[in-house]
């Protein structure tokens, strides 16, 4: 049971665009939600995070909104950069409920220069 | 800047040989995690640790798997008999224990191959 999706395998993007990446969830109990960068043969690296009582959250070029509703949230990376190609991934924690984060599978941004 | 060390950073093995995978997750952490990663497919929770007992774990951590914190600082994981299908990435995890939020440090990962 997948509850962490992101279903676009890939992007790409030119310099100085704005990357967006989308994920979503259906456990309605996530609370959560981070955003986690890899480079091959290295492990996720966090990024930014964002709690349920928030709708967006803001470090640098990278902005992530959340949309509770729609049980949606989204990253931006304003301008993509190419050392910002990289697999990202969406995850999410139930905080009441447990300690397990749930990981979606990946999106693959690649930065044009 | 404080971070989660693994070690082998690769091994491979035979099937049915035991494995044992070693993390030094960040001192100050109280919750500890190894999730894998099959080449290809997402990140996927083994187990989640807290307070010296396993507090969390997924339907692929079955009795092969288990996990342990001898000494205070190593957290370790076992395969006892290892399958053509364990082989994966195992990322190990750490957080601070404080609050609900905080967000997971990965280690870099130890690449296990199964022959």
């Known amino acids: 049971d997948q509850q962490v999706k992101q279903n676009s395998p890939s992007l790409s993007v030119q310099e100085g665009r704005i990357s967006i990446l989308n994920c979503d969830y259906t456990?309605?109990?996530?609370?959560?939600f981070l955003w986690y960068k890899k480079y091959p043969a290295e492990g996720p690296t966090f990024l930014i995070s964002?709690?349920?009582?928030?709708d967006k959250n803001e470090d640098g070029r990278f902005t992530v909104f959340l949309n509770k509703s729609a049980k949606h949230l989204s990253l931006h990376i304003v301008p993509s950069q190419p050392g910002d190609s990289a697999v990202y991934f969406c995850?999410?924690?139930?905080?009441?409920?447990?300690?397990?984060?749930?990981f979606g599978t990946g999106t693959s941004l690649t930065v044009i220069p | 800047e404080p971070e989660v060390t693994q070690t082998p950073s690769h091994q491979v093995t035979q099937m049915g040989q035991e494995v044992i995978l070693r993390c030094v997750p960040i001192?100050?952490?109280?919750?500890f995690y190894w999730y894998r990663q099959i080449l290809g497919q997402k990140v996927e929770f083994l187990v989640s640790?807290?307070?010296?007992?396993?507090?969390?774990k997924s339907e692929i951590f079955d009795d092969q798997f288990s996990v342990e914190r001898p000494d205070g600082s190593n957290f370790t994981l076992k395969i006892r008999s290892t399958k053509l299908e364990d082989s994966a990435m195992y990322f190990c995890?750490?957080?601070?224990?404080?609050?609900?939020?905080?967000?997971?440090?990965f280690g870099e990962g130890s690449r296990l191959t199964v022959l």
């Open positions: 964002i709690s349920s009582i928030k």
């Open positions: 001192s100050n952490h109280l919750y």
């Open positions: 995850a999410a924690r139930p905080t009441n409920t447990g300690n397990q984060f749930y």
């Open positions: 995890a750490s957080r601070t224990g404080g609050g609900t939020t905080g967000e997971l440090f």
């Open positions: 456990n309605s109990m996530f609370d959560y």
């Open positions: 640790f807290y307070n010296n007992e396993i507090s969390e």
